[in-house]
């Protein structure tokens, strides 16, 4: 049976390309000029847009070779702490410009004396270059080149944690190891003790290379005073991390991180008479898509920023931006930062307390999950739920909120938000919540930043 053709009035086709039109039209209005868009959000078809340039460009930094920072300054700024904070000034390479919201990634180097254990371990010469496949991006290897195998050792390969394959190759039972627990595995150094089978082409055979560690610029200077240098400068937070792994016989033993090692290092040379030369960092510069709206930094649109630790940055960076508007928000900027305790641990509190002051932030909330008092502790999830009331109603009337600190954290306050939605009417039940809140991050309501 052939097919059958029925007429189609054109004022029909009309009438449908018109409707069609509207919709396109009013989805790409804000509501108070009647139309169905978020006010101060581009439209999704252009948020898209931006999301895929922004990732090809992310890939494209990625995938390009690091640039050399040099490192300008080294301050401590807890008091006293057993895990200390550090923040840390990079000097940037001619020509490169930074902006608030920018992430900077750090692939750190071992530390020379444990280059120096593991050569002796191998019986092995630093000088002798062996070809190595070294990974220029973060994303891909580079190419392959001679290179000396000190400078392997200390630039490019894991010389903390044993592999998997490494412990497969050596016959070691993974689970004896505790290999099977991330980042608690068999040290590396003791296995090399007890072995003399292993040469260097199978350390960098077996073992992963170093991967790059990614912090939010907290501060910018965009020229140097006194130097006439066109340089900018960025400043990152860094907290001190100490992750034990397992001995031979079982034992656990403390560890701290490359970044931590090579700051105490540096704070240690600074401390003595003996002057080295600036240090330089393997930095990739990425944009972060974390921007404050215009009504956000125009103070019409309410902002909640929740965040612990070092996750203080990226905040920093974006109020010491609002410093130059001298605009009192209209709407609340509120702040809930989370420590654990606010003597040792709360980083700027006088620049907080500046900013609150002046009103680039009117709201500072701040959460001691260990508190030196007798008190019982709060994290910030326990002030979210504490504050949902007030949290729902700023939520209720277009509030951008900010997530940053760790990843448990980020995902604890997810769900914390995810209730609130729920409790006050905002969402049918916490399927249709986390939609809204995947609706919120694809139009830039939600920004989360953790690591």
């Known amino acids: 049976m052939g097919s059958v053709i029925i007429p189609v009035p054109l004022r029909t086709l009309a009438g449908d390309r018109l409707r069609r039109l509207t919709v396109a039209l009013r989805a790409g209005l804000p509501r108070f000029l009647g139309g169905t868009a978020d006010a101060g959000y581009a439209h999704p078809r252009t948020l898209a847009r931006r999301q895929q340039d922004y990732l090809r460009s992310r890939l ?41 919201g920018d992430t900077i990634l750090v692939r ?54 044993a592999s998997p394959q490494l412990l497969d190759h050596l016959g070691v039972s993974r689970e004896t190891a505790g290999a099977v627990v991330p980042g608690r595995g068999l040290s590396l150094e003791e296995l090399l003790r007890g072995t003399t089978t292993l040469t260097a082409t199978d350390l960098i055979r077996l073992q992963p290379q170093n991967t790059a560690r990614a912090y939010s610029v907290s501060r910018i200077e965009r020229s140097v005073p006194g130097t006439g240098s066109r340089r900018e400068r960025v400043q990152i937070l ?21 970044a931590t090692a090579y700051f105490r290092r540096h704070w240690d040379d600074r401390k003595s008479s003996v002057r080295r030369e600036p240090a330089e960092l393997q930095v990739w510069s990425l944009r972060h898509p974390w921007r404050l709206t215009e009504e956000v930094a125009d103070g019409t649109r309410p902002l909640i920023m929740i965040v612990t630790g070092t996750g203080i940055a990226g905040v920093l960076c974006h109020l010491r931006e609002l410093q130059t508007r001298r605009q009192v928000p209209e709407e ?27 009103g680039r932030i009117t709201r500072l909330d701040t959460a001691e999950s260990r508190p030196q008092s007798q008190t019982r502790g709060r994290r910030v999830t326990d002030m979210v739920l504490e504050e949902q009331t007030e949290i729902a109603r700023l939520l209720a009337t277009g509030a951008d909120l900010y997530v940053s600190g760790t990843r448990p954290m980020g995902t604890a306050v997810r769900t914390r938000i995810v209730r609130i939605l729920v409790d006050h009417g905002m969402a049918a039940d916490a399927e249709e919540a986390r939609r809204v809140l995947a609706k919120w991050e694809q139009i830039g309501r939600l920004q989360v930043s953790v690591s």
């Open 238 to 258: 860094v907290s001190a991390v100490s992750t034990p792994i397992r001995g031979i016989d079982g034992t656990l033993l403390p560890r701290d991180g490359r």
């Open 332 to 358: 609340p900027r509120w702040l809930i930062y989370g420590v654990r305790t606010w003597p040792d641990r709360g980083l700027y509190p006088d620049e907080l307390a500046d900013h609150l002051r002046d």
């Open 108 to 161: 750190w180097s071992n530390p020379p004396d444990l280059v120096q254990r593991v050569l002796a371990q191998l019986q092995e010469d630093g000088n002798r270059r062996i070809l190595f496949t070294t990974r220029s991006s973060v994303f891909q290897p580079g190419r392959v080149r001679y290179l000396p195998l000190r400078e392997i050792l200390t630039h490019h390969l894991e010389l903390y944690v």
């Open 60 to 100: 494209a930094r990625l995938h390009k070779k690091p640039q050399r920072y040099r490192l300008a300054d080294i301050r401590r700024l807890d008091r006293g702490n057993d895990l200390p904070v550090w923040e840390l000034t990079l000097e940037g390479p001619p020509g490169v410009t930074h902006r608030s």
